[in-house]
């Protein structure tokens, strides 16, 4: 069916704490072709694979606003709270997070990569 | 937040109005998500949903949260380190999403009102754009958690197969070896990882190979979906008259079958870097050939990278095939399971002719409901091994069920219908067992999830060829424990399960390790036709993994031989080179190729294609009247392709007039539409391979006809179908549907009559609840003009009884040498206990599917008409024989796809062999059939215009194969003339002639074995003398010379006179007569033999050719290249003359004069 317009591969993305990997076609803030859309982070994007629509896409991850780590966007790995925190990091600094965030994390086990 | 809802009282969410002027700022037609597109449907359902979530934490959930917010983080915030992350204080949901929508520009435009007036501005407030951008934010976060968490299921699910911890390895191993193999049993992954790994490892172009056309759509798919490309074409694959390849393919999933046709059009198959064979273990013909074709090819291809991928079983034999590749052995993913052997007791064994006792199978079904609770779910599996025996066991289950209401049976076989054999997947009720019956599809070909447990009767039928009577057999036999392993495995897939053996334990150690491969169970004769095709060289010398038995290549060999295909030494002939071409038995080959010389091509393609695919017309409508009924006009008592060619026309026309009405037509008569479906897309490959190969001539016409508009017109039309097919190739993962307990049980059964009938019962099926959409009918439309078929239906519909006899011969000499002749006796038979006899196999009957099944009497000779005693006894002109497609012994040796034809005049132009005595009142057919005729002047006649019908069809047969095509002689610059339009019909107005009004009384037999050994007078003392009688000089174009072995004079390749042992000889002189030919002046004493051949040769002055037409028209097809002029020495002038032989006879006259 038709040419397959994939963007370019920039590189792998790899989620430094649960090591899901997958490959990026964007770097950055404003995905090609999102319109009013912007991100509020430096993500990395890639075509959304389980979208027909050539123009959908999909946020990997982004890199930890404390440690630098490239983290994915589970919630097992990250949160995004105004800025992204990869979930030791938030640990670290579980006191500073509202009520909600605190409470929702209680919740979770701490992850275990999977091998 | 939205606290002041009294503003916004003339704003209504719900009012269309209102949202297509939201849909003005954030869906505007560029959009990240536009107005209309099914996003923006979502979006705005969403939008509800949050909405209504919002208003109900409103009232509850907010007052809690706010109360402890400030307490609980001031007090935290004290103990904190050094970093401030500079979180804001109040929680908000908000902040938790990482995108935002600017759409400012807009809204100023539109000017959006900061303080709407409640009656002049009705457009939407700061307030209303506010909600709607926080509901898309939520929306968009949503969308991206959705397909993040697809993302990482699918990332998660690779990494906990068992072969992902081998990955590095086997891409290591491939990139070393030029051969790995790939061991690992069910569930590890390897079909569907292995690609991958090679994929993201830099590979491309790979081809991977799977036994069964199903497999290679499905894992296209899912590798496809794995490698996120769903959407994209770099994974694809390609079946038979199906393809998803496109340039940028780097993966493609393939048959074994295609593959080998690749490399038979490219012998480097240069365009793959990688070839992966799948399943390697199961040892199908295509794949131990291709194994055998690869591995020489690997020398040729040092770059090649081959991996053959294999359950545990057997590896040694493939690794060391293969120079001792490295091999990579992965565990299996099986739950544990549980054996239990429960040998059936003697007195509950049956016997062969016995129905199967179902008593050990209700055991196992008791059993489980009285061990297990209905909550705990777990699906059973049964193993049986034939279609008969599933309906026996169905019947008791059945029974069993109604009764516990605790199960839903459900049988599984090949001749089932797709949507039955669909059912399988359906999910049952709470508290209620699927109990799927099932033959060895479900061994390997169907899986099926769920299932907890498996009984096994340890039998299984296989074909099996037996090259003496030259027969297919369906025969039960044990299985081998591999299999026996395999059908365990079924219940371990989803979780722990038990597997009861109805056999012991002893017995199990009794089975052979192995099934036995296919290569050594079937006839060859496709195979070796291929190899030929291939440049293989001999094919009792090639390399194969467990080669078959020499014999069975022997079988192949004279088989081909016999069909034309292969000359005496073993080459290809011309027909052999492009029936190799065609993936087809060689029989239809033959058909296909023979109709193209007249103009039969459109029916002959329809029969050809209907016999290549399995019977439309399901077995289990057969004892419904109303099906029956409605069947009816489509009968033909000429014989089942007859019937399956009316089937298609009456199809097509329908589904010119109707469309996916067809589909209800199909039904009401029993008919499995798919299979009309595979064979309409069939005989359009037929058609394009005759004319890639200059047999049948190119349609311009009905192209250039449509005008502009409507090429238009289709080309939207193609669109719109374009459209709808990718729509259902989306919604393809529907969910299984959840199947009722109430549904009768015949309507589950395999005696289902259900869905048709009009009783409006079929209405809940899948059809009406789920899509609308018939999927095959879009894929027709797309791939087939419905027009152009119409026509050519109706070309075919219509069969002129002229037509209908040509196209007769034309699968008659197809289907040659498979004749059946009926049993002497049969017209004072019952008509089930009608008897036929082949050359090879006596007492074969017609399988109940035929329609001579239910009407033999068409076979019969009238008995007006055959004299009842004395010599005459048996003498008839209605004789008739069946030509059959297939002879199958399953509990009988059942003939199947049977036509009738004139025995006499069939055999006469079809035989092989054909053996005359002096007079040619006897003959004998192949040294099977005897034809004794009573009349000697009439036989003289029959034989002498059935050899000039001959030389003249094999002339204009071999002219019409030499022109152009690919492979054909062309290149060698031998392409002749093409024969003339004249010539071809008045040669198809001479065959139907023949085979209709030939008058001549016969009686028809077979010969006794003894009789057949002693059938020939065998070579004569003074044969070798030049002035022999039996020398007849008159026939030196026709090569006339004693037969090394029967005896008697060879005249063509096929007949061979005055060699039978009754034959007058001696008075052969006696038997010349004076004679005058028609055509030319000649008047002289001549011996039938000789009469013959003048006629042979002597044409109508006005039909006088070119002498060098004229020769190669005489010219036989074992002889074609010889010239028909013969050096001959008349003693009278005691000259050596160039002549030919008509040549020869009037100077033979001046003599006599």
């Known amino acids: 069916m038709g040419t397959a317009v994939e963007g370019t591969v920039r590189g792998m993305f790899t989620c430094e704490v649960c090591d899901l990997s997958s490959p990026f076609t964007y770097y950055g803030q404003k995905p090609p072709n999102t319109r009013a859309i912007v991100l509020l982070e430096e993500c990395f994007v890639m075509k959304d694979p389980f979208s027909p629509d050539k123009e959908r896409f999909l946020i990997l991850g982004s890199k930890c606003s404390l440690c630098n780590k490239d983290v994915c966007v589970g919630t097992d790995c990250s949160l995004f709270y105004t800025k992204r925190f990869c979930l030791p990091c938030v640990r670290q600094h579980l006191d500073q997070f509202p009520q909600q965030v605190q409470s929702e994390l209680a919740k979770k086990k701490p992850v275990q990569k999977t091998s | ?1153």
Not at chain 2, 772 to 790: A, G, M, P, S, T
Request: with cysteine; proline share 5%; charged share 25%.
């Open chain 2, 1 to 1153: 937040m939205s606290d002041d809802r009294g503003d916004s009282r003339a704003w209504d969410w719900d009012s269309p109005q209102c949202r297509a002027q939201l849909d003005e700022i954030f869906f505007r037609p560029h959009d990240y998500i536009q107005a209309g597109s099914p996003e923006h449907k979502e979006f705005w359902a969403f939008f509800e949903r949050f909405q209504r979530f919002k208003a109900k934490r409103d009232m509850f959930g907010s007052r809690a949260a706010n109360k402890r917010d400030p307490h609980e983080s001031k007090k935290k915030r004290s103990d904190s380190q050094a970093v401030d992350l500079g979180l804001p204080k109040e929680y908000d949901a908000r902040y938790r999403i990482n995108v935002s929508v600017c759409t400012r520009d807009v809204e100023e435009r539109l000017g959006v009102s900061e303080h709407r007036q409640r009656s002049t501005s009705s457009g939407p407030g700061k307030q209303e754009v506010a909600d709607c951008r926080l509901a898309l934010l939520h929306f968009l976060d949503f969308t991206q958690k959705q397909s993040f968490g697809k993302l990482a299921k699918l990332k998660r699910e690779q990494k906990s197969l068992p072969i992902f911890q081998y990955r590095e390895r086997i891409v290591e191993l491939v990139r070393t070896h030029s051969v790995v193999v790939v061991a690992g049993d069910t569930g590890c992954g390897k079909s569907t990882q292995v690609p991958q790994y090679l994929l993201s490892a830099g590979f491309s172009h790979i081809a991977c190979t799977q036994p069964r056309r199903i497999a290679c759509i499905s894992l296209a798919k899912r590798v496809s979906f794995e490698s996120l490309n769903q959407y994209g074409s770099k994974v694809g694959y390609q079946i038979r008259f199906e393809s998803s390849r496109t340039p940028v393919t780097k993966l493609l999933f393939l048959t074994e079958g295609l593959l080998l046709r690749q490399i038979q059009q490219d012998p480097s198959l240069s365009q793959y870097q990688v070839v992966i064979v799948d399943e390697v273990h199961e040892r199908h013909l295509h794949c131990d050939f291709l194994l055998g074709v690869l591995r020489s090819l690997l020398a040729m291809r040092p770059d090649l990278r081959l991996i053959l991928m294999s359950a545990t079983i057997n590896i040694k034999l493939f690794s060391s095939y293969f120079g001792h590749a490295p091999v990579l052995q992965v565990p299996g993913r099986l739950f544990p399971i549980q054996v239990i052997y429960q040998p059936i007791p003697p007195e509950e064994q049956s016997s062969r002719s016995e129905k199967l006792d179902p008593r050990p199978y209700l055991r196992v079904l008791q059993g489980i409901d009285q061990r297990y609770p209905p909550e705990e779910r777990g699906d059973l599996l049964l193993f049986l091994s034939g279609v008969a025996e599933i309906s026996t066991i169905m019947e008791a289950c059945q029974t069993y069920a109604t009764h516990t209401r605790r199960w839903i049976v459900l049988p599984l076989h090949s001749t089932l219908s797709l949507a039955q054999q669909d059912k399988v997947f359906d999910i049952a009720p709470p508290g209620v067992r699927k109990c799927i019956i099932s033959t060895n599809i479900a061994e390997t070909s169907v899986t099926i999830d769920g299932v907890r447990f498996v009984v096994d009767s340890g039998k299984v039928k296989e074909m099996s060829f037996d090259p003496k009577a030259k027969m297919q057999r369906l025969q039960e036999f044990w299985i081998s424990r591999a299999s026996s392993e395999q059908r365990k495995g079924r219940a371990g897939r989803t979780g722990p399960g038990v597997c009861y053996r109805l056999y012991a334990e002893s017995d199990y150690e009794a089975f052979a390790p192995y099934p036995v491969p296919e290569i050594h169970r079937v006839a060859l004769d496709s195979l070796v036709l291929q190899m030929k095709s291939m440049d293989l060289g001999d094919p009792r010398s090639f390399p194969f993994i467990d080669p078959p038995p020499a014999s069975s290549i022997q079988t192949a060999m004279t088989y081909l031989r016999e069909q034309g295909a292969l000359d005496a030494r073993g080459e290809l002939t011309t027909i052999g080179r492009l029936l190799a071409q065609l993936p087809v038995d060689v029989v239809i080959g033959k058909m296909l190729v023979l109709g193209s010389l007249f103009n039969l091509v459109e029916p002959v393609l329809t029969v050809a294609a209907a016999l290549s695919v399995q019977s439309p017309f399901l077995r289990s409508a057969q004892h419904n009247p109303d099906c029956s009924t409605a069947r009816q006009p489509l009968h033909s008592n000429q014989g089942d392709p007859f019937t399956l060619l009316n089937t298609f026309n009456s199809w097509v026309q329908v589904k010119g007039e109707r469309g996916s009405g067809s589909r209800k037509w199909c039904r009401r008569r029993g008919l499995e539409e798919q299979r009309l479906y595979e064979m309409v897309n069939m005989r359009r490959q037929f058609k394009e391979l005759l004319r890639s190969h200059g047999l049948v001539e190119t349609e311009e016409s009905s192209v250039s006809v449509q005008d502009r508009s409507q090429r238009r017109e289709r080309l939207s039309e193609r669109q719109r179908l374009h459209q709808l097919k990718r729509e259902h190739d989306l919604q393809e993962n529907s969910r299984r549907k959840v199947l009722r307990l109430e549904e009768d049980p015949e309507n589950a059964g395999s005696s289902g009559s259900d869905e048709e009938g009009g009783t409006g019962r079929g209405k809940k099926r899948k059809e009406d609840t789920g899509s609308n959409l018939d999927i095959q009918e879009v894929k027709f439309k797309l791939r087939h003009n419905v027009n152009e078929l119409q026509e050519a239906a109706a070309a075919g519909q219509d069969l002129s009884s002229w037509q209908q006899a040509l196209l007769k011969l034309v699968l008659c000499r197809g289907l040659y040498p498979q004749l059946a002749l009926p049993d002497e006796h049969n017209a004072t038979r019952k008509d089930s206990e009608q008897v036929f006899h082949t050359r090879n196999k006596q007492g074969v009957v017609i399988h109940p599917t035929s329609v001579f099944a239910s009407d033999p009497e068409v076979l019969h000779v009238p008995e007006h008409e055959s004299s009842e005693f004395g010599a005459d006894k048996g003498q008839s002109n209605r004789h008739q024989l069946l030509a059959f497609v297939t002879l199958l012994e399953t509990n009988k040796p059942y003939l199947s796809n049977c036509v009738r034809v004139p025995a006499l005049q069939a055999l006469l132009l079809v035989a092989n062999s054909v053996d005359s005595n002096a007079d040619c009142t006897r003959l004998v057919v192949d040294g099977w059939l005897e034809l004794s005729v009573s009349d000697a002047e009439a036989a003289l006649r029959v034989l002498s215009s059935a050899l000039t019908l001959r030389t003249e069809w094999e002339r204009l047969l071999q002219a019409q194969l030499s022109q152009g095509g690919p492979g054909s002689t062309a290149g060698l610059g031998l392409a002749g003339p093409k024969p003339s339009r004249r010539d071809l019909e008045k040669l198809a107005e001479g065959l139907v002639r023949f085979l209709l009004y030939t008058e001549v009384s016969y009686s028809l037999r077979r010969l006794t074995a003894l009789q057949s050994q002693n059938l020939y007078i065998g070579p004569q003392q003074d044969s070798g003398l030049p002035d022999s009688q039996n020398l007849n000089p008159l026939f030196p174009g026709m090569k006339t010379e004693p037969d090394p072995i029967k005896g008697g004079l060879r005249v063509s390749s096929y007949f061979t006179y005055n060699c039978l042992s009754d034959s007058k000889d001696l008075y052969s002189e006696c038997l010349r007569t004076f004679w005058t030919c028609p055509h030319c002046d000649l008047h002289m004493p001549l011996t039938p033999l000789e009469r013959m051949q003048h006629e042979a040769t002597c044409r109508p002055a006005g039909e006088q050719q070119p002498e060098q037409d004229a020769e190669s028209g005489k010219a036989e097809s074992s002889s074609s290249s010889s010239s028909l002029t013969r050096l001959y020495h008349c003693d009278v002038c005691n000259k050596d003359l160039t002549l030919t032989s008509t040549e020869i006879l009037k100077h033979k006259r001046q003599h006599l004069q």
